[in-house]
């Protein structure tokens, strides 16, 4: 079982940054891959970033590419995603999530975090 815990949302003008954290319980996140999706007003959930157990490979949905980074620190059980260049559009509730299957992980991930909001100003 994996618990996560999504922190560091909040409102950002234009242009500006956050840094989303999602820490998670248990001794098993290594073995996770980690991911995030968002969900804007009256839209679907979809996939942002994803990030293989050990960090090495990192994947990225077309709309964030260059702008979004996924990084873990697997000694504090944390998955971030450092978010630059924010613009209204990416105003959404983030979410973390897990799977140890890389597929899975972007599709229907088995764990998930109870979501983080950001909202960005024009």
């Known amino acids: 079982q994996v618990q996560l815990v999504e922190s560091g949302g909040g409102l950002v003008q234009a242009g500006g940054s956050l840094r989303l954290s999602c820490a998670a319980s248990?001794?098993?996140?290594?073995?996770?891959?980690m991911g995030w999706f968002r969900q804007a007003p009256g839209k679907e959930r979809e996939f942002v970033a994803r990030?293989?157990?050990?960090?090495?490979?990192?994947n990225y949905a077309d709309s964030v590419l260059g702008r979004f980074t996924i990084y873990r620190d697997n000694d504090k059980n944390t998955v971030y995603l450092q978010m630059n260049m924010l613009q209204p559009e990416d105003t959404a509730v983030y979410y973390c999530?897990?799977?140890?299957?890389?597929?899975?992980?972007?599709?229907?991930?088995?764990?998930w975090g109870q979501g983080t909001q950001v909202t960005v100003s024009s």
């Open positions: 999530a897990a799977d140890r299957d890389w597929v899975a992980v972007t599709t229907t991930p088995a764990y």
């Open positions: 248990g001794r098993t996140f290594s073995s996770n891959a």
């Open positions: 990030i293989s157990w050990t960090g090495g490979t990192t």
